[in-house]
């Protein structure tokens, strides 16, 4: 038989069969299979480069030769006024010598997420924006690349500054604000005021003692 005869006798073949619907099938299967391949090949390198990137801004927030644990792998979660907080627990030969977490407040544009870190004294050791939305050029001068007004919370506690001078200069606070820009500085020093009050509520959660 030639491939002449054996055509109209496949056209009809395939018009009493589910062709298209099953072809159509086979390709979504095809292409669902290579997307779920594509996401599990790139899962590893990107966990791998998030857990780069947050240990370096730890590195950051923390004085050198602060902590010798993995602080990536010793966390708490606790409950926080918006949600849960992860708490990274720093340790010292072995002993809870203070505690690293995000905390966030609304900004001009956006949430202002920043990481900071305490010590077992409630007292600021670092601070870091990590997420924002804010005008560049203004707000983005909380940023480490845009100028070091961020450094200015180091040293900080609920009694130094009083409670009244948790603000920026605007507010009668003792922290500066930006020209144009007084939402977003204000916004950090929240920020930073809720997380020291967040830990002074759970300090005996986060280093299992009493103040």
């Known amino acids: 038989m030639s491939g002449t005869e054996r055509a109209p006798a496949f056209d009809a073949l395939r018009e009493t069969l589910p062709y298209q619907p099953v072809l159509l099938g086979a390709i979504a299967l095809l292409a669902g299979t290579a ?58 030969a072995g002993m809870p010598v203070g505690a690293v977490f995000k905390t966030a407040e609304r900004g001009y544009a956006g949430d202002v997420t920043v990481l900071m870190a305490v010590d077992a004294r409630g007292t600021v050791l670092g601070v870091r924006v990590l997420k924002h939305t804010e005008t560049p050029g203004l707000g983005d001068k909380i940023e480490t690349a845009k100028s070091r007004w961020i450094d200015g919370f180091a040293g900080k506690s609920l009694a130094d500054p009083a409670p009244a001078k948790w603000g920026v200069n605007k507010d009668g606070g003792v922290f500066d604000a930006f020209a144009g820009a007084t939402i977003t500085p204000r916004a950090v020093v929240k920020a930073v005021k809720g997380g020291l009050d967040f830990f002074a509520a759970h300090r005996s959660d986060i280093l299992g003692d009493k103040p």
């Open 35 to 92: 997307l779920a391949w594509a996401f599990d090949a790139t899962k590893v390198p990107i966990a791998a480069a998030e857990e780069k990137d947050m240990r370096l801004t730890l590195a950051q927030v923390l004085p050198r030769g602060f902590a010798d644990n993995d602080l990536l792998r010793d966390v708490v979660e606790l409950d926080g006024p918006k949600g849960k907080v992860t708490v990274h627990l720093a340790k010292h």
